[in-house]
């Protein structure tokens, strides 16, 4: 029998959820999970819901092929595989984000490859796949949707921070929401950032020795960003 | 003798009126309508005032000409033509917004297509017409002010979704309220990404199939778009 | 001598202040002035101070030299100049706005000529002439301080609604508080609008007699924007 | 024995910590420290903190060689060698920021030179280094982390009032506070209009002695935007 997740994990889904809204990651659509912590084969993530309206009610307990521990009778997002075949592929992720920052759009659906112009986005030296779903599915409507698709989408991400997905949006993971979430953040600022120094000329991007580099030296940031971002989301909630 | 409409349809004008503020879609001027729900030959929309401004008291019904049903002593919309004409070309549209969202008029006036560049947005791939009001009055003021130019209008939206009007702003339709503030908003977000991939170099676009079969699935989500749209305005309207 | 200026008129110019911070044209530099409604040899703006502050006792009435009629003992603007040789040459101007909005800048300094995008802002239409300051003064601190800059700059405005100032900003003027602000804020969202635009292709701008029968049809609509740019300043205050 | 430092000083760097954020200068990262006023030999700034959230008791002084005066048992910036090394070549310097404002970061990757183009940013004339860590540390994690960084990037600063960092940010120093808060506000504001100036076409920057004297004119204005930022930030914290 599976123990209760830590209400502290559970917490912090909640305001990751809100987290990512006010940072304009996600608006109605786009959601975040994370790996159980007491039951590597199971997930929790909020039932059908705009990620700014989840509150604790809203949390659900999945398994990895993405069917719900118990029924609630309500809808669940139908993109709920990328979740779970992720972390069935990917043991050491524990957090997984889907959204479709606007940023990151353009990159999904032109030759620019996203690269890091700056240490904040020193994860992306690991490379940035971009996921066509046609080349599994054929005409979709785009949504990851089933089981198979989900999949497909974990052999494209492989173990990298996140990838691109053509005509639909991203999806980040991370060791811990924070890495996730923080991910999320920095990978749609720095496509903002390239997006404007492509128009400008040709662009110097961190060598691959600075970008890992930078990327192990920002894993140890996380709680200063994440300090800042829950106090912004407490404070509107007070207003 | 006509019954009164619904009160849920009015509540629901008047948050559309708000949310398309709030999200940037219409400043002081642009304007949303709906059709009557008990009389499909009278639609109803505000006297002329900024849509955020809008109350319950200021809600006039009008027929398909675009004469209200009962004169209020105070100005309408001089384009309200715009409304009467589309819903009386076309039965199954039941709400009309007209807008300047900021990102559709470079669209307008060049020669980009507006294209759908992800699955938010497939509503697109019908194919955006652009209204010239010079082939049908030559000099204005770019105004569609009279039944004529409102029924020039309406034949050049015909069933599509939306038309781009040059040199000042847009139309959108919709099945339902929340179907045409759904398409009004993720339009100029299209515009917006769009312009952006442009400049990046070549784009490439949702599939016809893709973009009809995102259309079909994103008709299913507008009451989560909803929920969040509304709680935001009712936010506002409480601080 | 002369009587005290309408208090309804003193009204509308502290409000316009603020409404011309909160709609991003003014940030701390940036000011707004009206003739004085009983004696138009008069004109009041308020003293040296960030528009977002001014309040009724900020104001002060200047003569068309732009002496104060009153010694406050406070610093003035140091380009009231703009104002006063402005109020002078053009006997039909009752207010103008003198700012640095951001969109406007790179059109003072760039060959692209700032031209009607669409009917918002017609007003266009009339030609916008670019003030070199160097013309006049050779090297200077870019500033209007001298009644003689001053005049320099109303004789490159004449009778036309505004002027681009190269490396520094723009004048606007109205018939009005309204149509001045009117005026400012439109000519900002074309100058992003054509900015945008440009970089996409070829232009298609309002024809003449477009322009000015938009101009024209514009200016019975400064009721319909004050008042929602007046609750947004007040809601502001409240909060 | 050093003196403490004048409370208004100290109260003037918190708010400059909240000020910098709310002016998007910073987000969780980035800050600033002024000069100890009693003790040139010390600075004072922040313990490792967001901008936003600091408060008085945050504050801790250091030495020129960045150790802290009396240990505190948390956490310093680990990017502090940015200011002690500053302080310690250029004594007429009394505050630094560091941060990563987004509109500067693309010219620090590619060839465009950050110059003046309008009077606001008159200091840009003075020439804008660009520090490139490599040249002095080869592959790094960009991180200005020891003295001897510090003190290259203090060599490459020279006695100017800003250098852009490849890769990561900029550093601004001022005379005060005051003066090193506005010259990183409006260095932002200029690389945002420099961008969409030079996608327009060739750009007339200031000249020289044009970019002087607005800079001198400048150094009298900073109590009029003080006065503005200070206040938003006050707002926002009764809010």
């Not at 089981?147 to 494209?156: Q, T, V």
Request: glycine letters at 8%; aromatic letters at 8%.
């Amino acid at each position: 029998m599976t123990q209760t997740a830590s209400p502290e994990l559970l917490r912090q889904l909640v305001i990751a959820n809100k987290i990512l809204y006010d940072q304009g990651i996600v608006d109605a659509m786009g959601h975040i999970s994370v790996r159980h912590d007491k039951d590597p084969e199971r997930y929790i993530m909020s039932r059908h819901l705009a990620p700014a309206l989840v509150g604790d009610a809203d949390l659900v307990a999945f398994d990895l092929d993405s069917n719900p521990i118990v029924e609630i009778g309500k809808p669940y997002y139908s993109e709920r595989f990328i979740h779970g075949e992720i972390y069935k592929a990917q043991p050491a992720v524990i957090s997984v984000v889907h959204c479709h920052a606007p940023s990151l759009i353009p990159f999904g659906v032109t030759k620019s490859s996203l690269r890091p112009i700056y240490h904040m986005s020193g994860f992306l030296g690991a490379g940035v796949p971009v996921f066509d779903i046609r080349g599994t599915a054929g005409m979709t409507s785009m949504l990851v949707r089933t089981p198979s698709l989900g999949a497909a989408l974990a052999r494209s991400i492989g173990d990298k921070p996140m990838v691109l997905m053509r005509g639909h949006g991203a999806t980040m993971v991370g060791g811990s929401i924070q890495q996730a979430v923080y991910r999320a953040i920095y990978a749609a600022m720095n496509a903002s950032l390239q997006m404007q120094a492509q128009l400008m000329g040709e662009v110097e991007f961190l060598a691959q020795e600075e970008a890992d580099l930078a990327a192990a030296q920002g894993d140890s940031t996380y709680h200063r960003h994440w300090a800042l971002w829950e106090k912004r989301v407490r404070d509107l909630e007070r207003m």
